[in-house]
């Protein structure tokens, strides 16, 4: 049998099988208790019976007697239609007397042996004239520590038996046709339900690469369905996003490359025009020396970026901090003696992180080669310490800081706010220094004020 595809069709039919086996359950555990309350009431109704015959027994001449005349009562008749009938016996097993519609009934020794020790006893049997099923009761008469005589009840059981059928009956009814309805409300039940979630397959069916700027934009629903299509929307959101910061990144990078090599191109064709001399040869080489000096740097930072990308990480090791930081900033004296700047360092002793140091070394120079590069006079200052289980790096500068407007896009690739901040750099290193970061499991913040500085601050965790 093939499984049912849709989710609408196995939803249907799971909940009509569960509907049934818990109907089959019910009706089981009814029937059962059902026909237990019938048979003791069955039996109670024997008891009083028999209870009322011994009551009327009486002894004549040694000879047991019941008082009602079973043959002539006017009772009679109203003990074959409940289908009663009463025997009393010596204690030998011979009648004494009898009446009702059930007399053909025998009784059995193991009953006669039980009454004689004075014990009652139930049993179930078949009248053999009337094929009736009926229950007997044998109870002892005792007199004086003995039994004088034996008293047999018998009751039809086809009440109880007809109750019980017509209540298998039912119950056998009820249940297909009360899974049926459930199926039914389970299909209208997982039609309104999924209904939403075939709106999201159609949905994602017609969304393509060009477009990622329409919405589900489902109505406010506090549910499964509606959590999946407001994460739905999230998703798209980040994906028209990631496509866009993708598409920017393309396109700044062609157009960074294309620059000095436009620059190269212009070179030759101006050195070209005529014959030069050979000082006018030297600064034409100088220059394009310098535009693939700016385009290798450029293509270099690209790869890096492409490999942080692709989750690419060298060996890790334990590095210490502290000898590291103080040997990049003696790296970067020059450039900032350059510049007229102070370069100082404060890091204590025992900094140590997990990670790859040359990786680390490149987020350091980045961040300090752009805090040297955009500080026009006075200190940057690298400061360290340990806290809460992580090390942290502070570069700031006495620079003319960033514009509010443009500290939310510090960290973009190729993002340039100030043009004065452009000149001679690629636009990636804090993007580096952040990819570097988040992949050590740290992460990086910047806070700066126009006219007041910039400080970079670089989060690790410790090494345990």
Known sequence: ??????????????????????????????????AQRLSRSLDDSLRTNAAQAIAGTSSENGRLKLALDLETDATTGDMHALGLSVRLLNPDGTVVQQSGPYASVGTQPAELDAAREGASTFATRTDPTAGTRVKVLTKPLVEDGRTVGILQVT??????????????????????????????????LARRVLAPLE????????????????????????????????????????????????????????????????AVQAILTVTRERRRSAEEYERALDDIGAEAERLRTLVEALLELARADAGEVG???????????????????????????????????????NGDADALVRLFVN?????????????????????DGCVRAAIADTGPGIADDDLPHVFERFYR???????????????????????????????????????VTVTLPAAI
Request: hydrophobic share 45%; aromatic share 4%.
């Open 199 to 262: 709106r999201i397959t159609r949905f994602a069916g017609a969304i393509s690469v060009d477009d990622l700027s329409s919405r589900l934009d489902l109505s406010p629903r506090e549910d499964e369905v509606g959590l999946l299509a407001s994460t739905f929307d999230d998703m798209l959101d980040r994906l028209d996003d990631s496509f866009h910061r993708e598409r920017r990144f393309v396109a700044d990078a062609s157009h960074e490359l294309r620059t000095p090599l436009a």
């Open 1 to 34: 049998m093939r499984r049912p595809r849709t989710l609408r069709a196995r939803l249907t039919l799971g909940i009509a099988a569960l509907v049934l086996i818990a109907i089959a359950a019910f009706g089981l555990v009814v029937y059962y208790v059902t």
């Open 417 to 455: 706010g100030d043009p004065s901040r452009a000149a001679g750099g690629t636009g990636l290193g804090l993007s580096i220094a952040r990819q570097i970061a988040t992949a050590h499991g740290g992460h990086i913040e910047l806070t700066s004020e126009s006219g007041s500085g910039t400080t």
């Open 155 to 188: 009751l039809s059981r086809e009440p109880m038996l007809s109750t019980l059928r017509q209540l298998r009956l039912t119950l056998l009814v009820m249940a297909p046709v009360t899974a049926v309805l459930a199926a039914l409300l389970g299909y209208l």
């Open 367 to 387: 961040v300090l080669e752009n805090a040297i590069k955009y500080t026009d006079e006075g200190v940057v200052a690298l400061t360290a310490s340990a806290e």
């Open 315 to 353: 060996e890790w090791e334990r590095v210490d901090l502290s000898i590291l930081l103080p040997d990049v900033c003696a790296s970067l004296e020059v450039l900032a003696h350059e510049r007229g700047l102070k370069l100082t360092s404060g890091v204590p002793d025992h900094l140590v992180v």
